[in-house]
């Protein structure tokens, strides 16, 4: 074969010829903010609609790079300030140095401060940094108007919880204040109505106060709700001893007109003061008692010398006992009841003046007498 003819076969087509089947492609359409997507098993196609700019495959050198965007400021929840608070003042506790106490507890302070001016319509801000302060009271006695300033404002906002009113209670208790103590105690029995002890604390300052018939009346609310035959018997002996004062004087006073809380502070204070090291007293340094909220309650200067109520032993082989009291006037009645002891014999009042009385037998007895005594002022 010369060369014209395998030139002339190179340029015949083959035959048969070879078909390249024709593909069919099938697209699925995505609608897009920026125009129509069209899938295909081939890849993406994208079509624009007439606002979309053109892709840009070059680098932008305006564009901010990528470590330089700043995250998104998510705003603090009051749990998290209350929290902070909470892990501080537990610090403050555990630590032993000094200034680490300090430091902690400011920082405790500061983080309740804080949740009172990022939610100042949230009750638990006032409450925390209240309970704070009231754990610094001993060494720090002038912080007391400082709790009761921020357990009122708690109050004002949740005026039904109980854990509040018990915490103002034990607040006036410490300050010496019967009157709004009572009150306190008063609104949380409503509103804890199965909780023995807050009955049991009002009852016994009701006594204290001289109001012997209200004391009856939250003694005998106590039995209904007490289930211990200990307690039970306990409180039975108090009751039985109260009912027979009330009846030997049936003017005994009682508080059954209203009860006046002290006015609520209109202005709470947001900031707080801190401790400073060189305002402790105490020799052993700031001392921090955290609230013992589960613990009776006792109004800090009802004594045997201003109480009108108390409980006193007449010891073994001694005829008789001098109790002085500030509430004795010329005529005030005094009440006494053998609770332990003396049993057959006849406990009386031997004397009285204007600033004491004397209690005993007309000869003494083997062994020690506890017994009651109240005082009954007449009525106006």
């Known amino acids: 074969m010369d060369i014209n ?8 087509p083959l035959n048969p010829p070879i078909q390249i089947p024709k593909q069919k492609i099938n697209y699925v359409p995505l609608l897009s903010i920026s125009g129509i997507t069209l899938l295909s098993f081939g890849g993406l196609i994208l079509l624009k609609s007439k606002n979309t700019s053109s892709l840009n495959t070059s680098p932008n050198t305006n564009q901010t790079p990528q470590n330089d965007i700043k995250p998104t400021q998510v705003p ?8 902070t608070s909470q892990q ?7 630590t032993t140095d000094q200034n680490q106490k300090i430091d902690y507890v400011n920082k405790s302070i500061l983080a ?9 319509n949230d009750y638990r801000g006032y409450h925390q940094r209240g309970r704070i302060y009231q754990s610094l009271i001993d060494s720090k006695p002038e912080l007391l ?47 804890e109505p199965t909780k ?9 300052i009701q006594q204290q106060a001289g109001m012997l018939n209200d004391a009856l009346i939250t003694y005998n609310s106590l039995l209904t709700i007490v289930t211990d035959p200990i307690q039970k018997t306990q409180i039975e002996t ?11 004087n049936p003017q005994a006073p009682s508080s059954s007109q209203k009860i006046i809380i002290s006015p609520i502070e209109e202005n709470p204070k947001i900031d707080s003061p801190t401790i400073q090291a060189t305002d402790i007293l105490s020799d052993k340094g700031l001392i921090i008692a955290a609230p013992e909220i589960e613990n009776k309650i006792e109004v800090s200067n009802q004594t045997d010398s201003n109480s009108l109520s108390g409980n ?16 004795l006037s010329e005529t005030s009645q005094i009440y006494v009841i053998a609770t332990k002891g003396g049993k057959n014999k006849n406990l009386k009042i031997i004397s009285k003046t204007n600033y004491s009385f004397t209690v005993g037998f007309d000869t003494p007895i083997a062994e020690n007498v506890e017994f009651k005594w109240w005082i009954i002022k007449a009525s106006d």
Do not use: C, W
């Open 312 to 327: 006193s032993i007449l010891p073994s082989n001694q005829s008789s006992i001098t109790i002085e009291n500030t509430n």
């Open 145 to 191: 108007s400082q709790v009761i300033s921020d357990f009122s404002s708690a109050f004002k906002i949740k005026p039904d919880s109980p854990e509040i009113t018990r915490d103002l209670a034990s607040i006036y208790a410490k300050k010496g204040d019967a009157q709004n103590t009572i009150a306190y105690l008063a609104q949380t029995v409503q509103l």
């Open 112 to 120: 309740a401060s804080d949740a009172i001016k990022e939610f100042p």
């Open 5 to 12: 003819q395998i030139i002339d076969n190179i340029n015949q």
């Open 76 to 83: 603090k929840s009051i749990q998290h300030y209350l929290l």
């Open 238 to 248: 108090e009751k039985n001893a109260l009912e027979k004062i009330v009846a030997q």
């Open 88 to 94: 501080f003042f537990t610090k403050a506790i555990e």
């Open 196 to 204: 023995a002890q807050n009955f049991y604390d009002l009852a016994k």
